[in-house]
């Protein structure tokens, strides 16, 4: 990979996340020798995928180079890398551009779509979890939409404009309000020869609310925005198959539809030789004691959405979520620091700052320590604080623009299908 030798320890972080910028950030500037490894070149704000998906936002305007982010700092390395296999016996990484060795490996890989071992489904169906599957799914939004114009089957037509999301959490629910907004406010205008009334937005949850993990108000004010938005809200419901037509569920009701979004849930993005049953629990996430320490070794770190802490108060490990992802970066820094010093390591204790979900324009739901609030307050809160978190200052002034701009003109300019997707499956319902 031709990284410098060097007498400096050298720590590998595996992502360019939350969690690995967060912990780069902290590293970078010391005494060791810091390298960065992605399969991307850019760190990612996941939180306003769903804006790049439905024309809100260009996808450069949530991404920022990763080199650029720590370009000042000295013995950093970034390298454009895919990790295939970690040698624990020999501190030793494989990965798609040749091997390389480390004194102290951090695992910040983050999370992937769970599809719960449901084959049909994740063949079938649209992720939401990158830029390229969030640029795949505005084009296909687009794409059905055109080809809605074109047929004289009512049925095809109505698959192509029913709309499907499977998942009730903050991205289903931001991405059906969105696509809402769509259907309401743009769509007359740019398919005038289309009846658009036509379109469905179905939000499907299998558990009895919305936003589960957050009070009972928000999801209620969730559930109550999206319903005034024409949102079909179906609770206690399963998509249990869907093979690129129809969504058959886990009672007789059936989706017949071009497009099945599935946001049910997440996965830690194991790589192949920490996959150990002994330490990995559910969800693909790898258990860490109180120093993001992976049981078994000393020198091997996880951190973010793959790390699972287990406490009292999160049995189940923290939320996968931005905010826990950058405080266990910033928090490990400093321990490997302390380590290196001989000194002892302070165990992780997690401030939650609360949670939040947008569902369009003036509606928002805030879940904080101390208050809880809805309305067009929360969403305001909403923007500044993924204002505050983007990186970049030119990002945040476009992604301002945009947002003001599409508030007054009540429009999305990125509706643009610069990349065509199509499905395999062409044949007619």
């Known amino acids: 990979m031709n990284i410098p030798r060097t007498s400096y320890p050298r720590m590998v972080i595996i992502g360019g996340g939350f969690a690995g910028v967060a912990l780069a950030k902290k590293l970078s500037k010391q005494e060791v020798q810091v390298v960065l490894l992605d399969r991307n070149n850019y760190h990612n704000f996941q939180p306003l995928l769903y804006q790049v998906s439905t024309g809100g936002l260009e996808p450069d305007s949530i991404a920022y180079p990763i080199r650029k982010i720590l370009k000042n700092f000295p013995n950093f390395y970034f390298r454009l890398a895919d990790v295939e296999f970690i040698d624990t016996e020999n501190n030793e990484l494989k990965t798609n551009i040749g091997h390389l060795k480390f004194d102290y490996l951090i695992v910040a890989s983050g999370s992937e779509t769970n599809y719960f071992g449901n084959s049909e489904i994740e063949k079938h169906s649209m992720a939401m979890k990158t830029i390229p599957q969030s640029l795949d799914l505005r084009s296909l939004i687009l794409e059905n939409f055109e080809d809605a114009l074109l047929t004289s089957d009512l049925n095809e037509r109505n698959a192509l404009m029913n709309f499907v999301i499977v998942g009730g959490g903050p991205t289903g629910v931001e991405l059906a309000g969105a696509l809402a907004e769509i259907k309401k406010g743009i769509l007359p205008k740019d398919y005038p020869d289309l009846d658009t009334r036509m379109?469905?937005?179905?939000?499907?949850?299998?558990?009895?609310?919305?936003?589960?993990?957050?009070?009972?108000?928000?999801?209620?004010?969730?559930?109550?925005?999206?319903?005034?938005?024409?949102?079909?809200?179906?609770?206690?419901?399963?998509?249990?198959?869907?093979?690129?037509?129809?969504?058959?569920?886990?009672?007789?009701?059936?989706?017949?539809?071009?497009?099945?979004?599935?946001?049910?849930?997440?996965?830690?993005?194991?790589?192949?030789?920490?996959?150990?049953?002994?330490?990995?629990?559910?969800?693909?996430?790898?258990?860490?004691?109180?120093?993001?320490?992976?049981?078994?070794?000393?020198?091997?770190?996880?951190?973010?959405?793959?790390?699972?802490?287990?406490?009292?108060?999160?049995?189940?490990?923290?939320?996968?979520?931005?905010?826990?992802?950058?405080?266990?970066?910033?928090?490990?820094?400093?321990?490997?620091?302390?380590?290196?010093?001989?000194?002892?390591?302070?165990?992780?204790?997690?401030?939650?700052?609360?949670?939040?979900?947008?569902?369009?324009?003036?509606?928002?739901?805030?879940?904080?320590?101390?208050?809880?609030?809805?309305?067009?307050?929360?969403?305001?809160?909403?923007?500044?604080?993924?204002?505050?978190?983007?990186?970049?200052?030119?990002?945040?002034?476009?992604?301002?623009?945009?947002?003001?701009?599409?508030?007054?003109?009540?429009?999305?300019?990125?509706?643009?299908?610069?990349?065509?997707?199509r499905k395999k499956l062409k044949e007619k319902i």
């Open 199 to 421: 379109a469905q937005i179905n939000l499907v949850q299998s558990s009895d609310c919305l936003l589960k993990g957050m009070s009972a108000e928000a999801s209620e004010k969730a559930e109550e925005f999206l319903e005034k938005l024409g949102v079909n809200v179906w609770k206690n419901l399963r998509v249990t198959s869907y093979d690129g037509r129809v969504a058959t569920t886990n009672t007789d009701l059936t989706f017949r539809t071009e497009t099945l979004v599935w946001a049910a849930g997440v996965k830690g993005a194991l790589i192949k030789g920490l996959d150990s049953a002994s330490f990995v629990t559910r969800g693909n996430r790898i258990l860490v004691n109180e120093f993001n320490q992976i049981k078994g070794f000393e020198n091997i770190f996880a951190v973010g959405d793959i790390a699972c802490m287990v406490t009292d108060g999160f049995p189940n490990g923290f939320p996968m979520m931005a905010q826990p992802a950058i405080q266990q970066g910033e928090q490990l820094g400093d321990n490997l620091l302390r380590l290196l010093e001989e000194k002892p390591m302070k165990p992780f204790k997690y401030s939650d700052k609360g949670a939040m979900a947008t569902i369009g324009r003036n509606k928002a739901v805030v879940d904080l320590k101390k208050f809880k609030f809805q309305g067009v307050f929360a969403w305001y809160v909403w923007m500044f604080v993924h204002l505050f978190f983007l990186i970049g200052f030119r990002n945040r002034m476009v992604v301002f623009i945009n947002w003001v701009y599409n508030y007054v003109r009540f429009d999305r300019e990125a509706r643009l299908i610069i990349r065509p997707y």
